[in-house]
């Protein structure tokens, strides 16, 4: 009889207020799919404290950990995206990061997040994270056995993929923006900009509040289609003849993932690092005035994604 594998997955998309942790999670499942549809998978969440449960999970054969910013500089801080600590380590470990990344800049490691992470990462595996930036911190904490694939939402990105996405304007758009980073003026500005470039304007509804935080722009609401906060409707927009425009990050990959020409409006360390790495079209939301001329634009898409890193980390577990 064949000896059926037991995965845990540390997965984002586990009770998120945030409908991008299931990009990524949807993501790391793909690209773990081979390995993952003849095993017995648990997913737990990264968003809720460590409990005893993990205990069961001892004698498991992988512990992977899908994606997002969890990772940070200062561990012993009371904010922290993963929570998990000395104490509960043993339960946690040992972990394989799957196109993790670090949390923000100017996050340096301190000593005790050193030792943390020294215990809750596997030794024997090498580890995935998304960006140079990522890889180069943990290599500041002794860490080595980790390569920059990007974020796995990003890994089936190719050349020929890419070729297929359109260069010139679509007639629709639809557009993101971040609840918890918040620009009165410059996302106003962004709406006027896409109402005077499309004829129809799309919203998705990415993070719990940011249906609110839209309701707070002073612009013309009624000009605005409002998309559900579920992936399925998502997607069901992408169908149709429509550009990508906003502050979300994974909504962006999510359109690229579709074929859908992209441009990331850049609100922080994530998209100017995939910017510099992979060649994402990242606008700063300072640089809105570059914005129109972007749209209507002639550009390709061109993101270089590191297959061979991508190949030597999955080639572990083949």
């Known amino acids: 009889?064949?000896?059926?594998?037991?995965?845990?997955?540390?997965?984002?998309?586990?009770?998120?207020?945030?409908?991008g942790d299931h990009i990524i999670g949807d993501g790391a499942y793909n690209q773990l799919q081979n390995l993952l549809e003849?095993?017995?998978?648990?997913d737990v969440s990264t968003h809720l404290p460590v409990s005893r449960y993990l205990r069961h999970t001892e004698d498991f054969n992988y512990k992977f950990v899908c994606g997002s910013n969890l990772i940070r500089g200062k561990m012993n801080r009371l904010f922290r995206q993963w929570d998990i600590n000395l104490l509960n380590s043993n339960l946690v470990g040992p972990c394989i990061l799957v196109g993790v990344g670090w949390w923000q800049y100017g996050d340096e490691p301190n000593i005790y997040t050193k030792k943390l992470y020294q215990k809750v990462l596997s030794k024997d595996y090498i580890h995935s994270v998304r960006d140079a930036y990522t890889e180069q911190?943990?290599?500041?904490?002794?860490?080595?056995?980790?390569?920059?694939?990007?974020?796995?939402?990003?890994?089936?990105?190719t050349k020929n993929h890419c070729e297929e996405i359109p260069v010139k304007?679509?007639?629709?758009?639809?557009?993101?923006?971040?609840?918890?980073?918040?620009?009165?003026?410059?996302?106003?500005?962004?709406?006027?900009?896409?109402?005077?470039?499309?004829?129809?304007?799309?919203?998705?509804?990415?993070?719990?509040q940011d249906y609110e935080y839209f309701q707070e722009l002073k612009i013309d609401h009624s000009k605005v289609i409002i998309v559900n906060p579920n992936l399925k409707s998502y997607d069901e927009v992408l169908k149709q003849d429509i550009d990508y425009v906003g502050t979300r990050l994974h909504a962006g990959v999510r359109a690229l993932q579709n074929k859908k020409r992209t441009i990331i409006i850049g609100i922080d360390n994530r998209a100017i690092e995939k910017q510099k790495d992979f060649n994402l079209t990242c606008i700063s939301r300072e640089n809105l005035d570059l914005l129109k001329e972007k749209i209507n634009s002639t550009f390709?898409?061109?993101?270089?994604?590191?297959i061979e890193n991508i190949n030597k980390w999955k080639s572990q577990f083949d």
């Open 1 to 19: 009889m064949k000896v059926r594998k037991k995965v845990l997955m540390y997965n984002p998309a586990i009770s998120s207020l945030n409908m």
């Open 38 to 42: 003849e095993a017995f998978v648990v």
């Open 137 to 157: 911190q943990f290599k500041k904490m002794g860490i080595h056995n980790v390569i920059n694939t990007s974020c796995p939402t990003m890994w089936n990105l």
């Open 169 to 208: 304007k679509s007639k629709n758009v639809i557009c993101t923006i971040t609840d918890y980073n918040k620009d009165h003026k410059r996302d106003s500005e962004l709406f006027e900009i896409l109402f005077q470039n499309y004829d129809n304007v799309y919203f998705w509804i990415q993070g719990t």
């Open 300 to 306: 390709a898409t061109q993101i270089n994604i590191p």
